[in-house]
């Protein structure tokens, strides 16, 4: 949870969204197609999931281990 906060403070998670959709160029000419409302909207979706999931990934990760822990 740190490195996410430590990403989030640093380069922002709107910076992170744009470099992850630029390494996609089909999704890069899906969200330039947008009218600019729609594409501010899309990014700021995006931005905001990719938020979430920087935070959440540990606790998923936690569950993981727990149902990995409870077969073996």
């Known amino acids: 949870m740190l490195f ?3 990403m989030d403070r640093q ?9 992850e959709i630029a ?3 089909r999704r890069a000419e ?5 009218p ?3 594409r501010a909207q899309q990014m700021q ?5 990719t ?3 920087y935070y959440a990934s540990p606790v998923f990760a ?4 727990l149902i990995i822990a409870g077969v073996c």
Do not use: C, E
């Open 51 to 53: 938020k979430y999931a």
């Open 30 to 34: 899906q969200i330039d197609k947008l």
């Open 45 to 49: 979706l995006i931005a905001t999931f």
């Open 11 to 19: 380069i922002g998670f709107d910076q992170i969204s744009r470099n």
């Open 36 to 38: 600019a409302d729609q």
């Open 23 to 25: 390494k996609s160029p």
């Open 62 to 65: 936690l569950i993981a281990y």
């Open 4 to 6: 996410a906060a430590v």
